[in-house]
């Protein structure tokens, strides 16, 4: 159960932290002779832990890695503190969840083995509810959004929309608990920046895919400082100029320079790489405030980063090709 003490919990955390896997590290698992050998020096570094020998023998690579995720969550959740403000950096997992478990159920299918637990509420529970059509345990937001997309099902599943709402619940809940909170720690910081970004995405990507305004509109999240209209307004606004339209609030400028080298490269995996390293760069400019929730959240997200990266690896080494690294915390 969470702790009260942030002493005890980043003491716990710091431990932990010397186990993570740097560049350095990911590239010597690169570099083996084979996938098995790949895989051996992996388990050297602690992965694997829990699993015998029997399952490691005939498990996929990403049941390693989900192993570990799930683990190093169940420690964070474990020992935080701050147990409200920690869930909000678990949610992705129960929008995965819902996701994954609406469309299964509405394409009356068996949920595929890609549910994961240690999200910020039950698996069992998400499970209940979406089975059930019954919302009543989850955040009034959750409640009244998946309440809605129940209504709507009768027209038809369009997954994208599904997909848009969920994530909009997750951001608009997000917002609920910070503001109830009075909180403006880094934990703010962090999900408007991925607010912001995110929404600077969704115009690009709606440019490039040709929606109309409405389509952009439920795409977009609360929470960050870059008002909707500013965003809405960018579907007309010349490509050289949408850069500039975007430099507004704290995250502004950033924003707007990633936007500028889409425009100049035509590569639009720039918003996210450079979305990946302002997030990490919130997380470590507290990673020694041992008072605080800091070193704790960027020890989960450094491992979510650190399960990205290794994905990229193994896929690489079965492909036999060159990688490139998502942002890393350790």
């Given at each position: 159960m969470p702790q009260a003490s942030y002493e005890y919990a980043v003491g716990r955390i710091s431990q932990l932290s010397t186990k993570m896997l740097d560049a350095a590290k990911l590239r010597r698992i690169y570099e083996a002779g084979s996938f098995q050998e790949a895989l051996a020096l992996l388990l050297e570094t602690g992965y694997g832990g829990n699993l015998s020998p029997e399952?490691?023998?005939?498990?996929?690579?990403?049941?390693?890695?989900?192993?570990?995720?799930?683990?190093s969550r169940r420690i964070v959740w474990e020992v935080t503190p701050a147990p409200e403000l920690t869930s909000l950096f678990l949610l992705e997992v129960d929008g995965h969840n819902l996701?994954?478990?609406?469309?299964?159920?509405?394409?009356?299918?068996e949920a595929p083995d890609v549910l994961i637990d240690g999200g910020s509420f039950p698996l069992e529970q998400l499970k209940e509810c979406v089975s059930t059509s019954n919302y009543e345990p989850l955040p009034k937001v959750y409640r009244d959004t998946l309440n809605r997309i129940?209504?709507?099902?009768?027209?038809?599943?369009?997954?994208?929309?599904?997909?848009?709402?969920?994530?909009?619940?997750?951001?608009?809940?997000?917002?609920?608990?910070?503001?109830?909170?009075?909180?403006h720690s880094f934990v703010r910081d962090y999900f408007s920046l991925q607010a912001d970004f995110q929404n600077a995405r969704s115009v690009v990507r709606a440019r490039l895919l040709n929606w109309d305004v409405d389509k952009l509109r439920l795409m977009l999240l609360e929470g960050g400082e870059i008002d909707f209209n500013v965003f809405l307004e960018g579907m007309d606004t010349p490509m050289e100029q949408l850069g500039a339209k975007f430099n507004r609030g704290k995250n502004g400028k950033l924003i707007s320079q990633s936007v500028e080298e889409y425009v100049t490269?035509?590569?639009?995996?720039?918003?996210?790489?450079?979305?990946?390293?302002?997030?990490?760069?919130v997380l470590r400019s507290v990673k020694w405030d041992m008072f605080s929730l800091g070193p704790i959240i960027g020890y989960l997200m450094g491992r979510e980063a650190e399960a990205k990266a290794l994905r990229v690896i193994f896929g690489a080494k079965r492909g036999g090709f060159e990688y490139e690294l998502p942002e890393l915390y350790a």
């Amino acid at each position: 159960m969470p702790q009260a003490s942030y002493e005890y919990a980043v003491g716990r955390i710091s431990q932990l932290s010397t186990k993570m896997l740097d560049a350095a590290k990911l590239r010597r698992i690169y570099e083996a002779g084979s996938f098995q050998e790949a895989l051996a020096l992996l388990l050297e570094t602690g992965y694997g832990g829990n699993l015998s020998p029997e399952q490691l023998a005939t498990e996929e690579i990403d049941y390693v890695i989900r192993e570990q995720l799930q683990i190093s969550r169940r420690i964070v959740w474990e020992v935080t503190p701050a147990p409200e403000l920690t869930s909000l950096f678990l949610l992705e997992v129960d929008g995965h969840n819902l996701k994954t478990l609406l469309k299964a159920r509405l394409l009356g299918v068996e949920a595929p083995d890609v549910l994961i637990d240690g999200g910020s509420f039950p698996l069992e529970q998400l499970k209940e509810c979406v089975s059930t059509s019954n919302y009543e345990p989850l955040p009034k937001v959750y409640r009244d959004t998946l309440n809605r997309i129940e209504a709507e099902v009768a027209r038809g599943v369009d997954p994208l929309k599904l997909s848009a709402e969920i994530d909009g619940a997750m951001f608009r809940h997000i917002k609920n608990v910070l503001d109830d909170k009075h909180d403006h720690s880094f934990v703010r910081d962090y999900f408007s920046l991925q607010a912001d970004f995110q929404n600077a995405r969704s115009v690009v990507r709606a440019r490039l895919l040709n929606w109309d305004v409405d389509k952009l509109r439920l795409m977009l999240l609360e929470g960050g400082e870059i008002d909707f209209n500013v965003f809405l307004e960018g579907m007309d606004t010349p490509m050289e100029q949408l850069g500039a339209k975007f430099n507004r609030g704290k995250n502004g400028k950033l924003i707007s320079q990633s936007v500028e080298e889409y425009v100049t490269t035509g590569d639009a995996s720039v918003l996210k790489r450079k979305m990946e390293t302002a997030l990490m760069h919130v997380l470590r400019s507290v990673k020694w405030d041992m008072f605080s929730l800091g070193p704790i959240i960027g020890y989960l997200m450094g491992r979510e980063a650190e399960a990205k990266a290794l994905r990229v690896i193994f896929g690489a080494k079965r492909g036999g090709f060159e990688y490139e690294l998502p942002e890393l915390y350790a």
